[in-house]
């Protein structure tokens, strides 16, 4: 059964052709390409909650380069959000659970 077509790092058909076999590609629409990173930020969030390492968070944060990119969302913005927001209602460093309100 042939695998299911899905976003690949733009060096993967090189890599797949140095090992003798021929791979088989196209290139997305837009359409298709925004669904296909959200599948892979939601692929690379599960193999991030399989084995909590370095890599997969480097994993992620490509993903989430590739959205800004596709998006036009500037990163610099993108973290002065995360710092506004971060100053407003903290941040998660507290290690706080809310466990109800009353």
């Not at 890599?15 to 290139?27: L, R």
């Not at 997305?28 to 909650?49: G, H, I, M, R, T």
């Not at 590739?66 to 002065?80: P, Q, R, S, T, V």
Request: charge should be negative; proline fraction near 3%.
């Amino acid at each position: 059964m042939a695998a299911k077509p899905k976003l690949v790092r733009d060096r993967i058909p090189e890599i797949i052709s140095k090992a003798g076999k021929t791979p088989v590609t196209h290139i997305a629409s837009e359409d298709d390409y925004w669904k296909a990173l959200k599948e892979k930020l939601q692929e690379e969030v599960n193999e991030f909650f399989e084995d909590s390492n370095e890599e997969e968070l480097a994993d992620i944060l490509e993903v989430l380069d590739a959205i800004c990119g596709f998006k036009n969302i500037d990163k610099k913005a993108l973290e002065a959000l995360r710092k506004k927001k971060a100053a407003e209602r903290g941040g998660f460093k507290g290690r706080i659970i809310l466990d109800g309100t009353e």
